[in-house]
């Protein structure tokens, strides 16, 4: 069965670069959440779209950014890099009106900033 | 917002013995309860989860318990295996944009 999609898998920047991260959702998928993880914690709720408008806002610092486009792929555009940027982000997608909307992770980018 | 606390942060079973781990969350409106597991670098898996219609769910060496009264769920895992080692996270969703709140995780480690 076809999975989420993120890419790149690993990525390294430098401090005040920014960055681009993009995840393809599992098919007929039209929601799509993004967390971030840092070394030894729980994913943290950074923004989530749905049918291409944002749904909800979490911990997102201002510096980033998202989007969802008609092929309901969706990017988070990273800017000003900072050094606590560095993470592992996931995107996960769901297919609103499906059972309680259950969650499927992506394989994650690990995001350096050096 | 919902708050979800999870313990033990730490877990250390022989194998074949059977594990448990807890979480309680905050809001009474909350009805669906996954969880996760994640192996090191990896993505969240999930598991297993449960509706607030029921009170246990069981698939194989994993069940799930809820107790809505106490605004309580557990995992239980049976029979360890050493595969089973990996960071177990519980979860509940934020509001209605359905975001998943985390609990802070339970690393367990099956000992051969």
């Known amino acids: 069965a076809a999975g989420v999609i993120q890419s790149p898998r690993h990525l390294i920047k430098e401090k005040r670069e920014t960055a681009t991260l993009k995840c393809y959702p599992i098919p007929r998928h039209d929601t799509v959440y993004w967390y971030q993880q840092g070394p030894g914690q729980d994913p943290q709720f950074l923004i989530s779209?749905?049918?291409?408008?944002?749904?909800d806002k979490g911990s997102i610092p201002d510096r980033f950014s998202a989007q969802q486009f008609s092929d309901y792929h969706s990017e988070l555009n990273m800017s000003s890099l900072e050094l606590g940027d560095s993470a592992l982000y996931f995107c996960?997608?769901?297919?609103?009106?499906?059972?309680?909307?259950?969650?499927?992770f992506g394989p994650g980018t690990r995001l350096t900033v050096l | 917002g919902e708050n979800v606390e999870q313990h033990p942060s730490t877990l250390s079973v022989q194998e074949g013995d059977s594990a448990v781990i807890k979480c309680t969350y905050s809001?009474?409106?909350?009805?669906?309860f996954p969880w996760y597991k994640q192996e090191l670098g990896k993505r969240p898996q999930l598991i297993i989860d449960i509706r607030s219609n029921v009170g246990e769910k069981k698939d194989q060496r994993i069940a799930v318990t809820l107790n809505k009264t106490a605004k309580h769920f557990s995992l239980h895992i049976t029979e360890t295996q050493p595969e089973d080692s990996a960071v177990y996270f519980c979860?509940?969703?934020?509001?209605?944009?359905?975001?998943?709140?985390f609990g802070s995780g339970t690393r367990l480690l099956v000992r051969p």
């Open positions: 809001d009474s409106a909350s009805n669906y």
């Open positions: 979860a509940a969703p934020g509001d209605s944009s359905y975001k998943l709140i």
């Open positions: 779209f749905y049918e291409k408008m944002q749904s």
């Open positions: 996960a997608s769901s297919r609103f009106g499906s059972t309680y909307n259950e969650q499927f």
